[in-house]
């Protein structure tokens, strides 16, 4: 064989290295990245102390990933790869049917018994009663759509351990796995397809659900103007890498009772609180993450006073499952408090003790509640 021949793979390899890394230095750096719906990382500090502790290695690495010349590319090319090769769900989601984007499940080892200990050790700090309800994983509900190998869901598991542990505890737990399931054979979409979180229709189903397990009748489906908003993806498909997906869309239910001199929502951040005449913000249709349209997204606490709502007071411990949720509740209960222990560290006891609410919510997805951290803060 030629030699010249010989030598053509590393000759193309060397000009593809330098061709990468004169496009590295050359091209313009993003802060964010509207696909993946993150800011990048900054250049790591440079100097002594950063060079000598391996900081400035780390960040350095982390920078470059996030900057790499035609980044989506490469990671969409590794993502249909996997797909076509046998390999899907290689990179934690799943490629199923009809456009569905899908986490892969929660590993057997996770934190589900740990808080609930912590709520039930919770529980005896407060003689108000407490609900726990845990959105079943879209792997679990929507089983039809998934690809042929896929790693076995373990909800079943989950949800017959937490009704076992709470046997003889004072918190009352709402399973959703029978009605979801019975609204996704009616054809009903659950879940978006692009992200991990519940449709607007299907907070609603969890609302009337926990609405009869509370004695309280829910508000009715006609009672609300639905409104579509399209293009929506979600984060799910922003770690995929499986960029020709098409998008979801985005339904808002509004009461129509609900005018704004009726609704107060009131944003809490440190000591700064911020009221507002609307539970949806609608700006955020305008941005690359929609999903805080409800509730303005992630805030350590958030109060909701409905004043078509004659009484009830409620206090939800969340995660952003909720938030989709949270105008539901507001018609079933004059006053809605939404805590996220992720930000909110003070005692949650003396809020609810001093606070005169009359029950406590735990509202989270299965998955989140499996692999959450923060919940040891509830005192």
Not at 91 to 106: H, M, Q, T
Not at 152 to 181: A, C, M, P, Q, T
Not at 279 to 292: A, G, T
Request: with cysteine.
């Amino acid at each position: 064989m030629n030699k010249k021949l010989m030598l053509l793979p590393s000759a193309v390899f060397v000009c593809f290295i330098f061709l990468m890394v004169v496009l590295f230095i050359a091209t313009p750096k993003k802060d964010y990245s509207s696909s993946e719906k993150r800011y990048l990382a900054d250049f790591p500090d440079t100097n002594l102390s950063t060079v000598t502790d391996g900081s400035f290695e780390n960040g350095f690495e982390e920078y470059l990933a996030d900057h790499f010349p035609f980044r989506n590319m490469w990671i969409g090319i590794n993502a249909y790869c996997n797909y076509f090769t046998g390999n899907n769900g290689a990179d934690g989601v799943y490629k199923c049917a009809d456009g569905y984007l899908i986490n892969e499940p929660i590993k057997p080892e996770n934190r589900v018994e740990t808080n609930i200990e912590t709520l039930k050790k919770f529980s005896e700090s407060t003689d108000v009663p407490i609900t726990l309800t845990l959105a079943p994983s879209t792997g679990y509900i929507m089983s039809d759509k998934l690809p042929t190998v896929h790693n076995e869901y373990i909800d079943d598991i989950v949800f017959d351990s937490v009704n076992s542990l709470l046997k003889d505890s004072k918190i009352g737990f709402v399973d959703l796995r029978k009605s979801f399931k019975n609204a996704a054979a009616k054809g009903n979409q659950l879940y978006y397809r692009t992200d991990h979180h519940w449709t607007t229709r299907d907070a609603y189903t969890a609302y009337t659900e926990l609405c009869n397990d509370l004695g309280i009748e829910p508000e009715s489906e006609m009672s609300y103007k639905k409104e579509n908003f399209n293009n929506f993806y979600g984060t799910t498909y922003s770690t995929s890498g499986f960029w020709f997906t098409p998008p979801d869309d985005i339904e808002l239910w509004i009461n129509k009772k609900n005018t704004e001199e009726k609704i107060t929502l009131t944003i809490t951040e440190g000591d700064k609180k911020t009221d507002y005449h609307s539970m949806f913000f609608r700006n955020h249709l305008d941005e690359d993450d929609k999903y805080p349209v409800f509730i303005d997204g992630n805030h350590s606490v958030e109060t909701i006073v409905n004043e078509n709502v004659e009484s009830g007071k409620v206090l939800v411990l969340k995660d952003s499952f909720c938030h989709s949720m949270a105008p539901f509740l507001s018609d079933s209960f004059n006053t809605v408090t939404l805590v996220d222990m992720r930000y909110y560290k003070n005692s949650v006891s003396d809020l609810v003790n001093d606070g005169g609410y009359d029950r406590v919510l735990v509202v989270y997805g299965l998955d989140n509640f499996a692999t959450d951290t923060d919940l040891v803060w509830l005192k």
